[in-house]
């Protein structure tokens, strides 16, 4: 999501299973980024619950108003457009992908 300051190498740590940017843990982060790094952290585990159903990660994601933690800069909205770029870009991926057709639906 291209972070303010940041080097864009992301990992989950080993033990704690929370994730780091640039060996930072995300709480030390500010507050957009803050923002930023948990949503694609859960962004990341729904991906991974989408594509290996027998994990136990639920495959669904409530994200409530992501922007109201964030300031009104021009970087904070730019920030905010990525994220919801985001979030459309895995839709379309899941959408259009050939196993969305085999995804269970409820009638």
């Known amino acids: 999501m291209e972070l303010p300051n940041a080097t864009g190498a992301a990992r989950i740590d080993g033990v704690s299973l929370l994730p780091l940017v640039d060996e930072q843990p995300f709480h030390a982060r500010g507050g957009g980024s803050h923002v930023a790094v948990s949503v694609g952290y859960h962004l990341s585990l729904l991906r991974y619950a989408l594509r290996h159903r027998e994990c136990g990660v639920p495959a669904v994601l409530l994200i409530d108003s992501p922007a109201k933690n964030l300031g ?9 457009h990525r994220i919801y770029q985001r979030f459309m870009s895995i839709l379309d991926r899941c959408v259009n992908s ?8 409820s009638s």
Do not use: F, K, Y
């Open 98 to 105: 050939a196993s969305w057709a085999r995804w269970p639906r």
């Open 72 to 80: 009104r800069n021009t970087n904070d909205r730019e920030l905010v």
